[in-house]
């Protein structure tokens, strides 16, 4: 079946530089990607989304960006921190299952002092 | 406010025993959903209810009831569990599902079952 998946299981980022995850995913209809993390002991939190229609979007400190053209999608955090240092997963929804989301298999960020 | 709490934090139960898993939200979300999330693993739906009614059922045991009362609470009754059911239990909520798309679901922090 088709699913979301990441390329990265764990990303070691020194503290102050760019971090970068991605994740692929295979399904072509889905309409809407979100960026969640989750820390230690949490529930997931929101990052930020992206719909089908947009190439990139912008929050603080974070960007995703879709490419469509080869269902990729990438979260970029700008001067990562230690309290950035957490489990990266990306989602997908597909309007046709349901608006279910699907969880990509997630991303350890550690930020090295 | 933009909370989802949860309670009990942690449960450990016989697989004999029955208990139940509690959320809350009063964002006046009308969706709300559960999860389960096996440790290194990433969240996996079970139920979703959109305006008080079972609208998704992921062929989640009879041994897991879920029960919404009202627009703000949401309950999982558990019953005759097996260890392997062990995992944290996740609710999450968000506005209107419809057909507009999906939203931003909002989590808890979980209910860490152990099954024993």
């Known amino acids: 079946g088709e699913s979301v998946g990441l390329h990265l299981p764990t990303l070691s980022v020194q503290e102050g530089d760019n971090s970068i995850i991605n994740c692929a995913y295979s399904n072509s209809a889905s309409d809407y990607f979100i960026w969640y993390k989750q820390e230690s002991g949490k529930g997931p939190q929101f990052i930020i989304d992206?719909?089908?229609?947009?190439d990139k979007r912008q929050g603080q400190r974070v960007t995703v960006l879709l490419n469509k053209t080869v269902k990729h999608l990438s979260l970029q955090i700008a001067a990562t921190q230690p309290g950035d240092s957490a489990v990266y997963f990306c989602?997908?929804?597909?309007?046709?299952?349901?608006?279910?989301?699907?969880f990509g298999g997630g991303t350890r960020v550690l930020v090295k002092p | 406010d933009t909370e989802v709490t949860q309670t009990p934090k942690h449960l450990v139960m016989g697989m004999t025993n029955k208990k139940s898993l509690k959320c809350e939200q009063h964002m006046g979300h009308r969706a709300m959903y559960w999860y389960k999330q096996k440790a290194k693993k990433p969240p996996e739906l079970m139920f979703v209810?959109?305006?008080?009614?079972?609208?998704i059922n992921e062929s989640v045991p009879s041994r897991f009831s879920p029960e919404c009362p009202n627009s703000s609470l949401l309950n999982l009754h558990l019953h005759a569990l097996q260890p392997e059911d062990s995992a944290l239990y996740l609710c999450?909520?968000?506005?209107?599902?419809?057909?507009?798309?999906?939203?931003?679901?909002?989590f808890g922090p979980g209910t860490r079952l152990t099954v024993t």
């Open positions: 209810y959109s305006y008080e009614k079972l609208s």
């Open positions: 999450a909520s968000s506005q209107d599902r419809g057909n507009r798309g999906q939203w931003e679901q909002y």
């Open positions: 989602a997908e929804n597909l309007k046709a299952a349901g608006n279910k989301l699907t």
């Open positions: 992206i719909r089908s229609n947009m």
